[in-house]
């Protein structure tokens, strides 16, 4: 608010000084000079526009690349669920391959204790019958009493020799099931091994990724905060630029109006449309009037005294400022890319071809140059150069 007071107090200041100075002399270098600072302020604010541009833009990649980020943390939590219940069922299979390795050792041990039980039993009856000498069939018969004792020593005979048999089919079948279980206590150990490193590589990839991700969205949202925050500076600095140039080009207008010997700047006369009115007067003649030299007077005539100060409609760009024909003294503002905004039978021109100017700024004076009937302003509103009502955008 004090910025502001300062600023209104300058133009006050300078409204007393035109009132009692005279009109050439001295307030000629004034008006030159305010007129270099409006450039230089205006050059300011085109200045900062363009940052705001900048930052907007960057703001909006960072905002980009937040969403990716976020994007992509949101995959891998899917991920780490899925990976969560993947492990949760290798770890039940390492379970049971423990338990099952736990098993296998067991009974290698009671294999391993069985295998050797077998051969020292192997081992004391191949010694017992070498001590005692084991008889064969025909000496059993020889020196047999009779046929019952016969019988017995051959079924003795038979019983030793399944008893041998028996022992060392154990012994075989030991050293097989032994030998078979080592193999499959081996695959299995490899399995354990390999299940631990799968749980082990995936927990790691992902905690290493999502802790990568963290840390780049964290330093990207500090650097989209960062812009922002200087968006939002360069903004209030341009305002105040924008502030300053405004009372500065109405200054101008006032002098410029002055020296031209022009009417008082009245009040901005604004409507319903998007344009406030170039100068405050009666219609006196509408949009494509009929007259005897032409089917569609191609604008409007507001009916207003020679040296009105005429304001831009809106911002622009200033594409015509010279005698064209029956227009006299004819400026046209490009506003946009399609809309142009023009003003003929101009009495002075305040402005020059290619200067950017502001809605409201003065731009000229009306007058009755050209094929005129009387001091009016000429108002025209065109789209890709092609007129069309004024009161459509009033």
């Known amino acids: 608010m004090r910025r502001r007071t300062i600023t209104a107090g300058v133009v006050g200041a300078s409204l007393t000084l035109w009132a009692v100075s005279p009109m050439l002399g001295s307030s000629a270098p004034s008006a030159a000079q305010l007129g270099s600072k409006i450039a230089k302020t205006q050059a300011k604010v085109n200045a900062k526009k363009g940052t705001e541009k900048v930052l907007t833009r960057d703001i909006t990649a960072y905002t980009t690349r937040v969403n990716a980020l976020e994007s992509r943390l949101k995959t891998l939590s899917a991920k780490q669920s899925t990976i969560d219940k993947d ?12 338990t099952q390795l736990r098993e296998q050792r067991a009974r290698m041990v009671r294999l391993q204790k069985r295998l050797r039980e077998a051969r020292t039993t192997l081992s004391e009856r191949v010694v017992q019958e070498y001590k005692n000498g084991r008889p064969d069939l025909i000496t059993v018969l020889v020196e047999a009493g009779g046929f019952e004792q016969i019988i017995e020593r051959g ?33 299995i150990e ?33 650097a989209r905060n960062g812009k922002r925050e200087l968006l939002t500076h360069v903004k209030t600095e341009r305002k105040d630029l924008e502030e300053d140039l405004g009372a500065m080009q109405k200054q101008q207008a006032t002098i410029a109006a002055k020296l031209a010997g022009a009417g008082p700047l009245g009040p901005i006369k604004k409507g ?38 005429i304001r831009a409609p809106l911002g622009g760009k200033v594409a015509i400022a010279g005698w064209v024909s029956g227009y006299g003294n004819y400026t046209c503002l490009q506003n946009t890319a399609t809309l142009s905004t023009c ?31 009387g001091p009016h302003l000429h108002f025209e509103v065109r789209i890709n150069g092609a007129v069309t009502n004024p009161m459509n955008y009033l």
């Open 87 to 98: 492990l949760t069922t290798k770890r039940s299979a390492l379970d049971e391959t423990q």
């Open 155 to 187: 079924e003795y005979v038979s019983k030793l020799a399944r008893q041998d048999q028996n022992i060392i089919t154990l012994v075989r079948s030991a050293k097989t099931d032994a030998t078979a279980t080592a193999t499959k206590l081996s695959a």
């Open 190 to 222: 490899k399995r354990q091994q390999k299940i631990t490193a799968q749980i082990t590589a995936q927990r790691d990839a992902v905690a290493k990724v999502r802790t990568d991700v963290a840390s780049v969205q964290s330093t990207v949202r500090k």
């Open 272 to 309: 319903n449309g998007t344009m406030i009115w170039p100068v405050n007067g009666p219609i006196t003649a509408p949009f494509c009037e009929r007259r005897a030299w032409e089917a569609c007077h191609p604008g409007m005539d507001i009916g207003v005294p020679i040296g009105t100060p």
């Open 343 to 373: 003003f003929g039978h101009q009495s002075k021109f305040l402005v020059k071809v290619g200067q950017t100017v502001t809605q409201g700024q003065v731009i000229g004076l009306s007058g009755n140059t050209g094929h005129s009937t």
